[in-house]
């Protein structure tokens, strides 16, 4: 029984529930059907990675740093993406890139932290 493949148009035969003529066509099919989707994440992804290098670069060996809303965006921060937010007793609102996080204080300041991570 011939059927025809769902990535190249061309007609194969083979088992009654096989949709594909080779695995480079499967291969194909599926990268194009999740290419608008994994472009997206991979755009989100780079742009935590950047904010979380920033962090770090930032704060180097200090645990907790104030530094202007200014620098921040200097160095190319998005304060758009962040992977979690903490919330203290005090009800103050911490946003976290992995394990570095901002606090916004007044005057378009903010204090960076460090969350340390036991072993």
């Known amino acids: 029984m011939s059927k025809v493949c769902a990535a190249c148009g061309e007609l194969f035969s083979g088992r009654t529930d096989k949709k594909f003529c080779s695995d480079s066509c499967r291969n194909f099919f599926h990268n194009k059907q999740n290419s608008e989707a994994s472009n997206y994440l991979r755009s989100v992804n780079n742009i935590l990675r950047k904010n979380r290098r920033i962090l770090h670069d930032l704060l180097t060996e200090k645990d907790t740093l104030t530094c202007s809303r200014a620098k921040l965006l200097e ?6 993406f962040f992977t979690g937010t903490f919330t203290n007793r005090n009800g103050d609102i911490y946003f976290f890139c992995y394990e570095f ?3 916004p204080l007044k005057n378009d300041y903010f204090c ?5 991570i036991s072993d």
């Open 101 to 103: 996080g901002y606090l």
């Open 112 to 116: 960076l932290v460090r969350k340390r």
């Open 75 to 80: 160095h190319g921060f998005d304060f758009t």
